[in-house]
Structure formats: structure tokens, C-alpha cells
């Protein structure tokens, strides 16, 4: 990944090979690129980042790159899901863990497995998990 900087500022990101060829229609680059024909057209390399974990009512979406010492890094930002939209993914979520959590429980208890009690407190869990 790789952004494009003018005076010290972050002006595109991403900036790709296909924009370095647009803004340079009269000049050749040898792939990949290297530091020096970076540096001379104001390029720099920007350091992936692992991802923030978020939960179900969080998405990420990529920020802007900011300069840590040497080096850019790519930036994750966690964003709220609109309430309605928290709502409808709970309800997804509850349902899914019901059957792959819950579900197996319950026929193991219906055959004297597990106490019923287990699948009661994985129910209780999975409630209280993915709020209505």
C-alpha cells in the first residue's frame, strides 16, 4: 500500500501504481517500486495494521495513515451500527448462536446427556450475549 505526500501532508491514500503511472505519463517504472524512485516522486510505503476486534454492533473502516516515528501506518476506525441496524444484527446473531450453541444442547438434554440446566444457562448466555 502506498500514499502519495506533498510538504510533509498525506494528499492520496491509497495510491496506487496505476496513479503514480497517471500522474507520470512520460515515465517508465520498474515494479515494484523501490525506495529512491519512491522517495523522488514523493511516495512512501504505508505498513499494514491488524484490525481492531469489534463486536456486532461495531464495523471498521479504514482511516487515514499517520506517520508513527519513520513510518506510515494504516489506521482502523470502529464505527456504531445505527440502532435499528444493532437490532437486526442482535436478532441474526442471537439465531445463530441458538443453533449452533444452543440447539445441540437442548437434544442432548432430551436425551438424558446433560442436565437441563446446561442448555438453560447457554439460552440464559446467549440472551444476555445479543441483547433484544
Known amino acids: 500500500m502506498y500514499a502519495k505526500i506533498e510538504n510533509g501532508q498525506l494528499t492520496k491514500y491509497p495510491y496506487t501504481i496505476g496513479d503514480i503511472q497517471k500522474d507520470n505519463p512520460q515515465t517508465s517504472f520498474c515494479l515494484p517500486l523501490n525506495e529512491e524512485t519512491m522517495s523522488s516522486f514523493n511516495i512512501v510505503s504505508v505498513s499494514s495494521t491488524e484490525p481492531p476486534s469489534v463486536t456486532y454492533r461495531q464495523y471498521l473502516s479504514e482511516g487515514t495513515p499517520e506517520k508513527q516515528?519513520?513510518?506510515w501506518k494504516q489506521v482502523w476506525v470502529i464505527n456504531t451500527?445505527?440502532?435499528?441496524?444493532?437490532?437486526?444484527?442482535a436478532k441474526e446473531f442471537r439465531a445463530s448462536a441458538y443453533r449452533e450453541e444452543a440447539d445441540p444442547l437442548f437434544f442432548k438434554s432430551q436425551?438424558?446427556?446433560i442436565d437441563k440446566q446446561v442448555w438453560l444457562d447457554k439460552v440464559a448466555e446467549i440472551k444476555a450475549r445479543y441483547p433484544e
Not at 451500527?81 to 444484527?89: D, S
Open 111 to 113: 436425551r438424558g446427556e
Open 69 to 71: 516515528d519513520d513510518d
Open 81 to 89: 451500527f445505527p440502532p435499528k441496524e444493532i437490532a437486526e444484527k
